[in-house]
């Protein structure tokens, strides 16, 4: 069979709800119901049949990523079930387009933003190495939904990563705000070779 995906006329990052729709829609146009006496009603069965075959592996395919789980914060393990409000951000997730992730986490309204909205968002994070953020949001996570295995290995995975580097605490784990001594000295040895560059003398 070709792209179930195509088939169906969906995307691959479509949420279970969009591809039980464009299902519903073809099932409604190729049902043999409508052809009944039709010259054409042969090709109706077999674009029927292509239409169910596809719906089946598609979803086949998703329960069996379901159950075989997200890895961690940042392939996760998890218990992440078809009730997901955010199954397109963890798709997105999964197939390593992080951008796109974090666009459509971001353009949820506060108000949106559940347990699983902060799981995500830590995943994110952690997947960009800005373990302090991700730890943070891991934790809101936790708190919110304080039951929930996944949740709770991907802050533990987060509080071990943190405390491995430099007694707990990473300089490099997000964008640094403010002076440190390294930035000064880096900013005078930048300014001394312009200085030799544009003929000495004026530092």
Request: net charge negative; charged share 20%; glycine share 10%.
């Amino acid at each position: 069979m070709s792209d179930p995906y195509k088939i169906l006329g969906v995307s691959p990052n479509a949420t279970d709800e969009e591809v039980k729709n464009a299902y519903r829609a073809l099932a409604k146009k190729y049902h043999p119901d409508n052809y009944s006496g039709s010259p054409i009603a042969d090709l109706a069965n077999e674009k029927m049949k292509e239409v169910n075959e596809a719906y089946d592996a598609v979803m086949a395919q998703r329960k069996n990523r379901a159950a075989g789980g997200y890895a961690q914060p940042g392939g996760y393990t998890s218990y992440a079930s078809a009730n997901s409000e955010f199954s397109d951000v963890r798709n997105l997730i999964m197939s390593g387009r992080i951008a796109d992730a974090e666009q459509i986490l971001d353009g949820v309204l506060m108000e949106g933003r559940n347990a699983e909205w902060y799981f995500l968002k830590g995943t994110v994070l952690y997947k960009r190495g800005w373990l302090e953020e991700a730890y943070n949001d891991f934790s809101k996570a936790c708190q919110m939904d304080p039951g929930n295995a996944e949740y709770r290995a991907a802050l533990n995975q987060a509080v071990n990563q943190r405390n491995g580097m430099f007694g707990g605490y990473n300089p490099h784990t997000r964008p640094y705000v403010g002076c440190s001594p390294c930035d000064v000295c880096s900013t005078l040895i930048c300014a001394d070779c312009c200085c030799d560059c544009l003929g000495g003398g004026c530092c």
